[in-house]
């Protein structure tokens, strides 16, 4: 059994994610179906994201804090009104978004903006 096999059985007994905090961060993502490598500001914890290719959940297997201005996950100067929040990150992709029911990116410090 591979390294990453052997590691994404150990995610499915504990947490799915190696960051458990109640704010957003960076994630890096890889398909196990189709290999296919993508990053994404939208990374929460305990949560996957789909694969366009396979329409499988992903969970990241590297997260790290946003970038400096960044205010729990939104910078601090920047407008948070629904519809330029769905524009901007594809609801269907985040499990976040389909959690909650309404784009993450209104999901600040463990409450909706």
């Not at 948070?80 to 985040?94: A, I, V």
């Amino acid at each position: 059994m591979s390294s990453n096999e052997k590691r994404h059985k150990s995610r499915a007994r504990g947490p799915k994610t190696p960051y458990q905090g109640p704010g957003r961060v960076f994630g890096k993502f890889q398909c196990q179906q189709c290999k296919q490598a993508w990053q994404s500001g939208h990374s929460w914890a305990n949560q996957g994201q789909t694969c366009k290719k396979c329409r499988i959940t992903v969970y990241p297997y590297e997260q790290t804090p946003l970038e400096p201005g960044m205010s729990c996950g939104a910078p601090k100067n920047q407008a948070t009104s629904p519809d330029s929040q769905s524009q901007k990150w594809g609801r269907q992709k985040c499990g976040k978004c389909r959690r909650l029911g309404y784009p993450c990116g209104q999901f600040q410090c463990g409450r909706r903006i």
